[in-house]
């Protein structure tokens, strides 16, 4: 399948994605991501995490693979995409687009989405610290905002702090646990209202406007959505204070 000059060839590949265990698939993708270096021993796990993660590390001489079981069942041929995702990052090989755009495309099928779902729901342990601050009560600004945007309409999900005062995730919504978690950077006297309200306005609208899922594209604020986030009288100011944060 090499040319001998140890440029890659990419296009022989389909005939020989049939029947080939996990350990085949990467150990081809191996010889032909590193022609010239002897695969080394590889041992592929597939493990019972949360989400549909994997990872790959190099250690003593070995390849070790561990792959989400969420994928344990997938094709070949998303097998062999993933295979080169992984060597690719660990040796820094630039892999043409056609693997990580073969791997979301499966991610994104409703059908593993779904399984994806009902595997973090179980698995996935999930702090909510409840509604109550030192400051602010996350369960009245949802009723409050509920009912002045949404005709009171929004079912209220669960409703907690996070635990450490994060800048980098000011509040975010998970559908898996139906929870809408808000930095505890904003129950501090020192950061205004406004910029709390906005962002739980925000966590809200994802409530409303499920993802976009379309061919390998996940879109979360969809146009809709930020048409809608518009509505909300003072986000120009509100946005200004996020930045300052
Ligand atoms: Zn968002």
Do not use: S
């Given at each position: 399948m090499q040319d001998g000059q140890g440029s890659l060839d990419f296009s022989a590949l389909q005939s020989s994605l049939?029947?080939?265990t996990p350990e085949e698939i990467y150990a081809r993708v191996f010889r032909i991501l590193k022609p010239r270096t002897p695969v080394p021993g590889l041992r592929i796990e597939f493990c019972r995490f949360a989400n549909p993660d994997s990872f790959i590390r190099l250690e003593n001489g070995q390849l070790h693979v561990r792959i989400s079981?969420?994928?344990?069942?997938?094709p070949a041929p998303v097998t062999e995409a993933l295979a080169f995702i992984l060597l690719g990052k660990l040796y820094r090989k630039t892999v043409p687009r056609i693997y990580a755009h073969r791997y979301r495309l499966y991610l994104n099928r409703r059908d593993f989405r779904r399984q994806a779902h009902l595997v973090r729901q179980v698995r996935g342990r999930k702090f909510v610290s409840g509604p109550e601050g030192k400051l602010h009560n996350l369960e009245e600004i949802f009723d409050r905002l509920n009912r002045t945007y949404f005709d009171g309409l929004l079912g209220r999900p669960q409703l907690g702090w996070s635990r450490q005062a994060s800048r980098s995730m000011l509040g975010h919504f998970d559908p898996s646990h139906n929870a809408i978690i808000i930095s505890r950077?904003?129950?501090?006297?020192?950061?205004?209202p406004l910029a709390l309200e906005y962002v739980m306005f925000h966590e809200m609208l994802h409530l409303r406007y499920p993802v976009d899922h379309s061919g390998a594209r996940r879109r979360v604020h969809t146009r809709e959505f930020r048409e809608e986030e518009?509505?909300?009288?003072?986000w120009k100011e509100a946005k200004e204070i996020l930045k300052k944060l």
């Open positions: 049939f029947f080939e079981d969420l994928l344990q069942g997938a950077i904003f129950d501090n006297p020192d950061t205004p518009k509505k909300f009288p003072g």
